[in-house]
């Protein structure tokens, strides 16, 4: 079975010597790296690393996001340039809090995929081309010292709603970040779902129309290509142009440029009373509908958690999306799963770092 070993960089003083559980070791740094909050000075940093931007944070025991920086991040560039990206957001938060200079660090990185977890190497993320086959885990750890993990941005995001947000207490979880794409992680007994080599809980890849529009993952129909913000975007813009006139709302905020129009302006529309920003939403409340039953079916998670820039659009219909539920689902007790929205918002990878280095050790 696969599983992320933990345990992959020692936690060193400044001596050299790893120190745990109020013992001095220089061997075993297994315990070292333990993230048990036994050296009460150590500092959790969370780091989100996406295609333009490196976020950085503090992220106490309870979640809580204390202090928070960004910086701009080129995609294109070396992959030196790429790593100096993150250190520079993990600098500028060390200015921010003196007093964290000098403890041993966990620092929990959300990283682009795809990329392993296990060994902390980034892969070949296509929205992140100056990484190929990059150590990420062991350039920071080398720079840094302490506990580094990586993982993806769902996995991680999914984790943090587990340990601190809407899924606290809950077991097992189904979480879903709709934004741009839809990216999922599961959370089954606390812990991540990584599957046999890692690849699992690809569920913005699960198709819902076997004949529809081709994904950007090469299939056809998934749920990301068909209720993702861009999916959104596109098919207003389509509307608009089948039917011209048929939304002066959109036409407007968009500042009558149809090819403007973002899912973000299908939201301000609905806001402003447009009925065919209202029936787009129901369109994609039908088809999210369909895809949490076929979820809901093969998980029967103890709730479902929608994070992200569209799920906060739609939360005035997270009721419609459950009443649609039992059309879509064999599950005759699928009701009683709550359907939430997540704690973290736009701050989501940095409490997913934050979590990674939180979460329980594996036995
Ligand atoms: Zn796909």
Redesign the pocket.
Same mark, same amino acid.
């Given at each position: 079975m696969f599983r992320p070993s933990f345990t992959l960089f020692a936690g060193r003083g400044p001596s050299g010597i790893v120190r745990a559980c109020g013992k001095t070791r220089d061997t075993n740094a297994r315990l070292a790296q333990m993230p048990d909050g036994v050296n009460r000075g150590t500092r959790t940093i969370g780091v989100d690393v996406g295609g333009t931007k490196v976020a950085a944070g503090f992220v106490d025991s309870q979640g809580e996001i204390t202090q928070h920086t960004r910086t701009a991040m080129n995609p294109r560039g070396t992959a030196e340039e790429g790593l100096a990206a993150v250190t520079t957001a993990i600098d500028t938060l060390l200015k921010m809090a003196p007093e964290a200079h000098g403890g041993v660090q966990r620092i929990g990185i959300c990283a682009p995929g795809p990329l392993d977890p296990e060994t902390g190497v980034v892969l070949n993320p296509p929205n992140v081309p100056c990484w190929r086959n990059f150590p990420l885990a062991a350039e920071i750890s080398r720079r840094y010292g302490g506990f580094v993990r990586i993982d993806n941005d769902a996995n991680a995001a999914g984790l943090a709603e587990g340990l601190w947000g809407a899924g606290r207490g809950y077991k097992n979880v189904f979480y879903a970040c709709i934004g741009t794409g839809i990216g999922t992680g599961i959370l089954l007994d606390g812990r991540i779902y990584y599957g046999r080599t890692g690849a699992a809980a690809e569920g913005?890849?699960v198709i819902i129309d076997y004949k529809g529009p081709r !994904?950007?993952?090469g299939?056809r129909g !998934?749920i990301?290509?068909l209720a993702s913000g861009t999916a959104i975007g596109k098919k207003a813009r389509a509307r608009l142009v089948e039917k011209a006139g048929c939304s002066k709302v959109m036409l407007e905020l968009a500042g009558g440029n149809v090819e403007a129009i973002t899912s973000e302006i299908v939201g301000r529309a609905y806001a402003a009373g447009d009925p065919l920003s209202k029936e787009i939403l129901l369109e994609t409340v039908e088809l999210l509908a369909i895809w949490l039953g076929n979820i809901v079916d093969l998980l029967e998670p103890d709730v479902v958690i929608l994070g992200g820039g569209v799920a906060t659009m739609l939360s005035p219909f997270f009721g419609e999306i459950r009443n649609r539920l039992p059309a879509w689902c064999v599950n005759a007790r699928c009701l009683e799963i709550p359907l939430v929205a997540a704690r973290y918002g736009e701050n989501a990878g940095i409490a997913g770092g934050g979590a990674l280095c939180a979460a329980p050790m594996p036995a």
């Open positions: 913005g890849h !994904c950007g993952c299939k !998934c990301e290509v």
